[in-house]
């Protein structure tokens, strides 16, 4: 079982930054791919970007790359999503997700076993 909480979200200007973070609990979570996913009003969850369990793997969706950067620290059962140069249409409940198949990239929400609860962020331009 892993539990994942999300933390970091919240208001800020158009070009600015944030990083979330994803902390998670159990004993295994360093064997599990993460994935960030978004949920923006009235649209459905999207995928935004995904790591492999070792870290050395990761991708993201076209429209966040090169602004985004996904991480891990496997000591501190953390995943991090830094979100650089943010524009409004970044506002979204951002979401975290695991994945059993930890050495694939996962980008579907059906192949993810648990979820966080969500982090607001809002952009304003």
């Known amino acids: 079982q892993v539990q994942l909480v999300e933390s970091g979200g919240g208001l800020v200007q158009a070009g600015g930054s944030l990083r979330l973070s994803c902390a998670a609990s159990g004993r295994t979570f360093s064997t599990y791919a993460v994935g960030w996913f978004r949920q923006a009003p009235g649209k459905e969850r999207e995928f935004v970007a995904v790591?492999?369990?070792?870290?050395?793997?990761?991708s993201y969706v076209d429209s966040v790359r090169g602004r985004f950067t996904v991480s891990r620290d496997n000591a501190k059962n953390t995943v991090y999503l830094q979100m650089n140069n943010l524009n409004p249409e970044d506002t979204a409940v951002y979401f975290c997700?695991?994945?059993?198949?930890?050495?694939?990239?996962?980008?579907?929400?059906?192949?993810?076993?648990?979820w966080g609860q969500g982090t607001q962020v809002t952009v304003s331009s």
């Open positions: 790591i492999t369990a070792g870290g050395r793997l990761v």
């Open positions: 997700a695991a994945s059993r198949t930890g050495s694939i990239l996962r980008k579907g929400r059906d192949n993810y076993d648990y």
